[in-house]
C-alpha cells in the first residue's frame, strides 16, 4: 500500500478553508491515507483544481449506462469540468452492468492515438483488468465512480461504495436500536456481478446487524427503472408485511409511485442507497425518508480534472471524492442539488469537440 503523497500540504489547505478567497477555487474533499484502499482512514483535503490544461487533450470516458439520472448527473459534471479544462471527450455506454464484453471492447476501442487518456466508469470490478494493465502502458486510466482493481490505474475519483451502504445502513439502526420493536425490510442492493454492489451490500447488512431491523427478501436486478418496478410488485405480493424497501435510486422512485397506487405510503418507508433527481424530489415531499449523496457531479468533474493532471505529469492526489452525505428533508437543499444533480433540462454529452 501507498502513504498519500503531500498529505502535510493537502491538511493545510483545509486548515485555511475558512480563507473566503480560496472559496471559489477549492474542492473540499476526502483522501484515503492509502491510495486505492477504500478501507484506509480518510482525510479532509482542500483541493485547488487545475486553471486550464496546457493542450486540448482529448478523453475517452467509458460508462456502464445512461438509463438512470445519477449516470447523467456524472455526464454533467465531465462535461463542466472538461469546458472549464479546455478540453475534448467522446463517451461510450455499455448499456448496463450485464454488458462486460460490450464495455471490454469499447475499452479497447480508447487505445485509438485519437485518445489521450481513458476514464472508466466500470460494469465490473476485475472483469476488465488485463485490458486496463495492457492500455495503461501507453496512457493514463482514470477509475471513476465505481470501484475496480486497482492494477493499471492511475487515479481514482470515488467514495467507498461499502460507506454508501453503511451510510443508508445506519439512518435505519437509529431509528430501529436493538430492543424496539421489529422492522422488516425488503433489500435491493442491484444487479448481481456490478462492482459496487456487494460493497453496499456488505455496508448495508454491517450497520443494520446491531438493530432491530431485518432483511427478509432480497432482490437483485438491473438498475433499469422497469425491472425495478417489477422487483418492487415481487417484493410487495410475497411480503405483505413488510415495512421498508431499501435499494437503489431507480428502486426508490419506483417504490414512491407503487405504493401511492397500492394506498401503503404511510405504513411501508423507503430508503434509497444513493441520489438522483426523483429520489430527491421524493425526500423533500416525504415520500422517501432518506438517500446518501456522493455527489455525482463533483465526482464527475474529479475524474476529468485527475485525467489532464495526469497526462501533464501533476497527478499528486491519486484517490479522492466527495464527503458523503446522508440527505433528508432536515439536509436537503441548493449545494447538495449543485453537486448532485445535473440541471433538469440537461442533455446526456457523448461528443465534445476541443476548443477553437
Known amino acids: 500500500m501507498r502513504k498519500l503523497p503531500g498529505l502535510t500540504l493537502a491538511l493545510a489547505g483545509w486548515l485555511g478553508a475558512s480563507l473566503p478567497a480560496l472559496a471559489e477555487t477549492v474542492w473540499k474533499l476526502e483522501a484515503r491515507s492509502f491510495p486505492f484502499d477504500d478501507s484506509s482512514p480518510a482525510h479532509p483535503v482542500n483541493y485547488h483544481p487545475l486553471d486550464h490544461a496546457t493542450r486540448p487533450w482529448r478523453l475517452c470516458i467509458l460508462y456502464p449506462h445512461l438509463k438512470d439520472a445519477y449516470w447523467l448527473s456524472v455526464n454533467y459534471g465531465m462535461v463542466e469540468e472538461a469546458r472549464r479544462l479546455g478540453v475534448a471527450f467522446d463517451v461510450f455506454e455499455a448499456g448496463g452492468y450485464p454488458n462486460l464484453d460490450r464495455q471490454a471492447e469499447q475499452l479497447k476501442g480508447c487505445s485509438g492515438a485519437e485518445f489521450d487518456a481513458v476514464i472508466l466508469g466500470t460494469v465490473s470490478y476485475d472483469g476488465l483488468t488485463p485490458l486496463v494493465e495492457a492500455l495503461a502502458a501507453r496512457k493514463p486510466v482514470i477509475a471513476a465512480v465505481n470501484d475496480i482493481d486497482d492494477r493499471g490505474i492511475s487515479g481514482k475519483a470515488s467514495v467507498p461504495w461499502t460507506e454508501m451502504g453503511a451510510a443508508a445502513g445506519r439512518f435505519i439502526a437509529a431509528r430501529h436500536p436493538r430492543g424496539s420493536a421489529p422492522v422488516r425490510l425488503a433489500w435491493f442492493p442491484g444487479p448481481t456481478g456490478a462492482g459496487w454492489v456487494s460493497f453496499v451490500e456488505q455496508g448495508f447488512r454491517s450497520a443494520i446487524a446491531g438493530s432491530s431491523a431485518e432483511i427478509v427478501t432480497t432482490l437483485y436486478g438491473d438498475t433499469g427503472l422497469e425491472q425495478q418496478v417489477l422487483l418492487v410488485e415481487e417484493a410487495l405480493d410475497q411480503r405483505p408485511d413488510i415495512d421498508y424497501l431499501v435499494g437503489s435510486g431507480p428502486m426508490a422512485e419506483a417504490a414512491v409511485s407503487i405504493l401511492r397506487a397500492r394506498g401503503a405510503t404511510d405504513r411501508v418507508r423507503v430508503v434509497s442507497t444513493y441520489l438522483s433527481h426523483a429520489v430527491y424530489r421524493g425526500v423533500i415531499r416525504g415520500r ?46 441548493p449545494a447538495v442539488v449543485e453537486g448532485s444533480l445535473a440541471p433538469a433540462s440537461f442533455v446526456p454529452v457523448f461528443s465534445l469537440a476541443p476548443p477553437p
Do not use: K, W
Request: hydrophobic share 50%; proline share 9%; net charge negative.
Open 288 to 333: 422517501i425518508m432518506a438517500a446518501p449523496t456522493d455527489f455525482p457531479v463533483e465526482q464527475g468533474r474529479l475524474s476529468v480534472e485527475m485525467a489532464v493532471r495526469a497526462l501533464e505529469g501533476r497527478l499528486e492526489l491519486t484517490h479522492a471524492g466527495p464527503p458523503i452525505l446522508v440527505v433528508t428533508a432536515e439536509t436537503a437543499g
